[in-house]
Antibody, heavy 121, light 106 residues
Framework: QVQLQESGPGLVKASETLSLTCTVS????????WNWIRQPPGKGLEWIGH???????DYNPSLKSRVTISIDTSKNQFSLKLSSVTAADTAVYYC???????????????WGQGTLVTVSS | DIQMTQSPSSLSASVGDRVTITCRAS??????LNWYQQKPGKAPNLLIF???SLQSGVPSRFSGSGSGTTFTLTISSLQPEDFATYHC?????????FGQGTKLEI
């Protein structure tokens, strides 16, 4: 059973950088694509981006200028940095594994429990 | 970006009912459509992938269909644990996008 666990500050000041880490257990991080997805309170889900074990990334264009996703395969961890945050970045942040189905990457089969990050002014 | 639109946004039903939720894509996504169930305070859980394939461990009362731009999720006989929010998501092209969600209430 694959388990993912997000960690990081629950409160970030506006204009600063949000930093989260996802630790993957019971599976090697050297396969699959590893994702960050967020959900503002009471709203829908937004895909932020992903990384694979080779360090190749893909980001949502709406956030691309502020996002960096990195990976540390030796620790089975991947991380998210989101810079210049505003109140609009307040959300539950999930890490998730994506599998490739019929040649298409992006089926999210395992998720972390999520962590609420609040941006304060 | 591909826009995903779900209908209805909310739905009231009873245990034993058959319910259908529709998801429409702003352009063709072939069969690259996935469905998730989310309960309050929990992460989404994959139900259906590639439009109609049931994820392992998901009850057979859940089914999916469609291709191109129109897809449906059907629950054949609602159980108490099925009252939740359902999200569709396209994996056809980046950025992956989700529908706004359908809240299924008693």
């Amino acid at each position: 059973q694959v388990q993912l666990q997000e960690s990081g500050p629950g409160l970030v000041k506006a204009s600063e950088t949000l930093s989260l880490t996802c630790t993957v257990s019971s599976d090697s991080i050297s396969n699959y694509h590893w994702n960050w997805i967020r959900q503002p309170p009471g709203k829908g889900l937004e895909w932020i981006g992903h990384i694979n074990n080779s360090g190749n990334t893909d980001y949502n264009p709406s956030l691309k200028s502020r996002v960096t996703i990195s990976i540390d395969t030796s620790k089975n961890q991947f991380s998210l940095k989101l810079s210049s945050v505003t109140a609009a970045d307040t959300a539950v942040y999930y890490c998730a594994r994506a599998v490739t189905i019929f040649g298409v990457v992006g089926v999210f089969d395992y998720w972390g429990q999520g962590t609420l990050v609040t941006v304060s002014s | 970006d591909i826009q995903m639109t779900q209908s209805p946004s909310s739905l009231s039903a009873s245990v034993g009912d058959r319910v259908t939720i529709t998801c429409r894509a702003s352009q063709s996504i072939s069969s690259s459509l996935n469905w998730y169930q989310q309960k309050p305070g929990k992460a989404p859980n994959l139900l259906i992938f590639a439009a109609s394939s049931l994820q392992s461990g998901v009850p057979s009362r859940f089914s999916g269909s469609g291709s191109g731009t129109t897809f449906t999720l059907t629950i054949s006989s609602l159980q108490p644990e099925d009252f939740a929010t359902y999200h569709c998501q396209q994996s056809y092209i980046s950025p992956r996008t989700f529908g706004q969600g359908t809240k299924l209430e008693i």
